[in-house]
Each structure stands twice: as C-alpha cells, then as structure tokens.
C-alpha cells in the first residue's frame, strides 16, 4: 500500500520569504505520480504542481518548485516570494502506475504568511 | 477549467437516516471519485468510478454506497448514517493519460449526522 507522510503540521512564515514543506512518500511501484495541492480557508482544493517519478529535472510553475529526490523518497515542495494569500493547508499526493488514478494523501501543513 | 458540482453544500442527518450525496462533472471525464476529509487530517478515498455503471470500493468504503448513473453523475450514498460518518466530503474528477494529469474537485459537502 502506499504512504504519504507530512511531518510538519504548520509553518509560519514571513511574506516575502522562502517556504519548504517536507513531504516522504512509500511505494512499490517502479513509477508514480506526485502531486501537491492546496487547500483555502473556504475548503477549495487546488492543483498546484505534479513531479512525475522517470523525470530528473524538479518541476516548476510559477513561484512553486519541487525539490525531488527519489533516493530519499522525498518530494518538498519549494514557495518562493511567499504572498499573505499563499497561507492556506497544502497536501501532498501520490499516485502509482495503475489506471485507477486514486490518489493517496498526507495529512496536510498549515502554512501561515504574516506580514 | 474543469467543474466539479456537489450538493448540498450542507446536510445535517439524524442517526439511522438515509442521506445522498450528488456530484456532477462537466467535462467528460471517465474517473470520477468520493473522498472524505476529517479536522486535521487528508482525503481519504471511499469509492470511485471509471465511467456509467461502474464504482469500485476505495480505502474506506464501510457504510457507504455508491452509484455512477451516467459519464456526468456520481452518488454517495450512506444508507444507515451514523455520527462517526459526520466529516467533509469532496468528490473529484479526471481522465488520465488524455492531458489531464491531476484531479480536478468540489467545493465539498458538510454532513453533520447528530
């Protein structure tokens, strides 16, 4: 079965300012599918950006990155430039090579930009 | 933009009720999916379908039906509701492998079962 695990339950931070969010992941399968979302205080769930498992490079969109490293089962996901609305709970999500295309979940990080 | 629509947005339910959950999707989407999400955890999957007629038990499926009528619609259904069923629930949709690599979700439904 597979795991998704966020150690972290909240994180503040200071806008304008860099944020990681760990995110440690267990699967047998030999590809997979990683995702983060994000979650707004009005319970909307978002797509914010997907790493697939055969592709070296750490995917990028906008101020998001990822940081991947497969040896470790790992996958951070990197906010730059973090703005007071980037403050919402964001999850990290897997999914294993099958054409189910369930997603298994962590259990989320809040994450707070002050001023 | 893909449009996932749940109602109610609300539902409060008395012990031993019948109670449904409707979800519907707009853009064709063959997989459709029920998830559920208790204070300070993630989503947990409950039943999913692979397109009109099929639903299959996900991770958590105990004390919960479900029906895919047709490619737009996907019910939950809780036969007997019990207050340990009282959570968010959020319904998705999407076709992997045709371009659309995430899943697209509802707004969610609050059930309250007292």
Redesign the interface.
């Given at each position: 079965a597979q795991k998704v695990t966020q150690t972290q339950t909240s994180i503040s931070v200071v806008e304008k300012t860099t944020v990681t969010m760990d995110c440690v992941y267990e699967t047998r399968d030999s590809s997979y599918f990683l995702f983060w979302y994000k979650q707004t205080a009005s319970g909307e769930i978002v797509f914010l950006i997907r790493q697939d498992s055969y592709k070296k490079e750490n995917a990028t969109v906008g101020h998001y990155s990822l940081n991947f490293q497969k040896p470790k089962s790992s996958i951070g996901l990197i906010i730059t430039a973090t703005q007071i609305e980037d403050s919402a709970v964001y999850f990290c999500a897997m999914r294993g090579d099958t054409n189910t295309g369930k997603l298994t979940f962590g259990d989320g990080t809040v994450l707070t930009v002050k001023p | 933009e893909a449009a996932v629509t749940q109602s109610p947005r609300n539902k409060v339910a008395v012990t031993g009720g019948k109670v449904t959950l409707s979800c519907n999707q707009t853009n064709n989407h063959n997989?459709m999916?029920w998830?559920r999400q208790d204070t300070?955890?993630?989503?947990?999957?409950i039943h999913?379908s692979y397109g009109a007629g099929s639903t299959?038990k996900?991770d958590i499926p105990d004390g919960y039906k479900a029906s895919r009528p047709s490619q737009e619609n996907f019910s939950l259904i809780l036969e007997l509701a019990t207050p340990s069923q009282t959570s968010?629930y959020?319904c998705a949709s999407?076709d992997?492998g045709r371009g659309q690599?995430?899943?697209?979700?509802g707004?969610?439904t609050r059930l309250s079962v007292l």
């Open positions: - | 997989n999916y998830y300070g955890h993630g989503l947990r999957l999913y299959e996900g968010v959020f999407g992997w690599n995430t899943l697209y979700f707004a969610g």
